[in-house]
């Protein structure tokens, strides 16, 4: 296997309210010389940090490598909002699948969450914990959408889900433009890069190493079995390595390229609010509506509104971030019109054709996981989790995933973002229409 740099823009943190409220963190090296592990992870976003700190916690020697910085993609740039569940819904992976898993997968759906929780318990990590987010309603098949979703969760055993009417939900969010929405109580909201250097420091607290600058060029299997990788200044000779670059895998890989689409998605934080944040969302809880292309916001520490949505498939940025947002969220808030918006920034998720993240192996011990489609603060960390359960020889839950069939964009690689923006332009329509 072969790659170039797929780092194409500066390794720096983009200008983003995150990055500059973010907690100190080490100038960790790049990789320079020769270095012996028993696993190595490429890449320091959720995935790659949750499998390795799970991977050092059961007493492996573990070395992390990370093209740019800890977090720098949308692992520190997302909304930030714990949701539980993955992008596709229980009923399509049980039409799709069968019911043997989605059982399995109603048995997951609040694993990752519960991941992240431990961690932030276990190593005390600084990242602005809230409890709890709501999933907005804009009409009545909003609503009988989410009266399902909460039936459903309900067969698999959870229970965390209410219904909200419209008074329900004006008391969390002083905004007309909803007629109800669904709490769920086990969620949250938090700082994402903050989680994602606090876990960082977690994994080293244990013996781990991380490099950041320091992206993986080849790897090429060993007369022993061993694997040895290749970047820029350094080899690394591992057992096994754990590829984790997501929407920012770029060509490293040529057989994931393929398999799934990088999407941009944009967020803005305006200027600290005072009390007319409490005055906007009493509750402090986060928010996400259920259209097909949906806006997702909540508070920040300092009371900023953080609101973000829009979506542009091939994962480019938009010309004016400020321009695309602004109008979303005076639609929600007019009382925010003409607010000074402090930083504006954009960043990808990986999206596969199904909706559901891909986990396998391209090869006797180079495990890879991706394609969360905008699902990656929970699934990141669940399948982090059972990575490292494979890896430590129990392959129970790694294989149901890895059997799953990935289905390739209509069109290749050539077409995937056209044809994905002409169906976002037909849900979006049926959104507009109240289809």
Known sequence: MSNSNYYTKSVNYPDSYYAASANAAPERPALDGKLETEICVVGAGYSGLSTALHLTEKGYSVTVIEGAHVGWGASGRNGGQVVNGLNASLETIQNRYGDETAAFVGGLLQEGAQVIYGNIEKYAIECDLKPKNIYAAYTAKHLKML???QALWRKHGMDDHEMLDKNQMHQHVASDAYCGGMIDHSGAHL????LA?????????NGGKIFEQTSLLTIDKQNDGRLLLTTEKGEILCKKVVLC?????????PELVNRVMPVSTQVLATKPLGDLADELMPTDVCIEDVRYILDYFRLSADKRMLFGGGTVYGGTDPSD????????????FPQLKGIEIDYAWSGNFALSFSRVPQMGMLQD?????HGYSGHGVTGSHLFGRILSEAIDGDTTRFDVFAKLPWIPFPGGRTFRAPYSTVGSWWYALRDAVGM
Do not use: C, D, S
């Open 365 to 369: 011990n180079v495990y890879f996981a």
């Open 321 to 332: 971030i400020r321009k695309k947002l602004i109008p979303n969220m005076e639609k929600v």
């Open 245 to 253: 670059g997501n929407a920012y895998i770029g060509k490293a890989i």
């Open 191 to 194: 700082h994402p890069l903050n």
């Open 147 to 149: 009266e399902e979703k």
């Open 197 to 205: 250097l606090g876990e960082a420091a977690a994994i080293e607290q």
